[in-house]
């Protein structure tokens, strides 16, 4: 078995362990008005993420069955229980990081024992645990950053899992990136290397092959 200890592995939730956005299918399904509107103006940089996820909580019902009903319509991927449980036995570790509403994340991520970080509805209120000020952007609902930064200081090697914009600046810390459907087409863009795949079987293929995870390396803001 390949041997991954000490390697810190971060996945995505919405469109990588989950095949499409879950929050864009709550947006599509259930939204009063033009919900594309923040999500064009965060790609565009004129909303932070969190102010995008406020601005479209803000269009969607605030009924927690309807929402949690709506959200299971989305399939995980069938590789997330596999390729977790591997990966874990070969000595790796794997958290959840999601800047969505946290709607179902907990609920597909408790039963494998899984952390999950990401943002959490209760009583109709959408409230961001897990943003952080000290991040040098301070802008996501759900800091991607600083959980890598962490494992970096410890001398771990970095992985990041990931499809969309709200990865991006994960990508460019972690040591070792995963990318799919748009953030493939920034890191094709923008220089930073990473390793494209389709599904979470490719993930296993990928990370569990006989190549090692590059070491950890300083991140590029001297942390």
Same mark, same amino acid.
């Given at each position: 078995m390949?041997? #991954?200890?000490?390697? !810190?592995? %971060? #996945?995505? %939730?919405d469109g990588t362990i989950t095949v499409r956005d879950t929050s864009e299918h709550l947006l599509e399904r259930l939204a009063a008005g033009d919900w594309r509107l923040p999500g064009d103006r965060y790609r565009r940089g004129e909303l932070t993420g969190r102010q995008c996820l406020e601005e479209?909580? !803000?269009?969607?019902p605030h009924d927690a069955d309807l929402l949690l009903a709506t959200a299971r319509e989305v399939p995980l991927d069938p590789g997330f229980a596999s390729l977790t449980a591997e990966l874990r036995a070969a000595g790796a570790t794997v958290t959840v990081v999601s800047d969505g509403y946290g709607i179902r994340v907990h609920e597909e991520c408790a039963p494998l024992g899984l952390t999950a970080l990401t943002a959490r509805v209760r009583d109709g209120e959408l409230s961001f645990p897990h943003s952080a000020a000290d991040c040098p952007c301070a802008s996501c609902g759900t800091c991607k950053v600083?959980?890598?930064?962490? +494992?970096?200081?410890?001398?771990?090697?970095?992985?990041?899992?990931?499809?969309?914009?709200?990865?991006?600046?994960?990508?460019?810390? +972690?040591d070792r990136v995963l990318a799919k459907n748009g953030l493939a087409d920034w890191c094709a863009d923008?220089?930073?290397?990473?390793?494209? %795949?389709?599904?979470?079987?490719?993930?296993?293929?990928?990370?569990? !092959?006989?190549?090692?995870?590059?070491? +950890?390396?300083?991140s590029r803001d001297g942390s």
């Open positions: 390949t041997d #991954l200890g000490g390697v !810190a592995v %971060f #996945l995505d %939730f479209e909580w !803000a269009m969607l600083l959980p890598i930064l962490r +494992a970096k200081r410890q001398g771990r090697p970095t992985v990041m899992v990931g499809d969309g914009t709200s990865d991006r600046r994960a990508a460019l810390v +972690a923008e220089g930073v290397a990473h390793t494209p %795949f389709d599904n979470l079987t490719d993930v296993r293929r990928i990370l569990l !092959a006989p190549t090692p995870v590059p070491p +950890a390396t300083e």
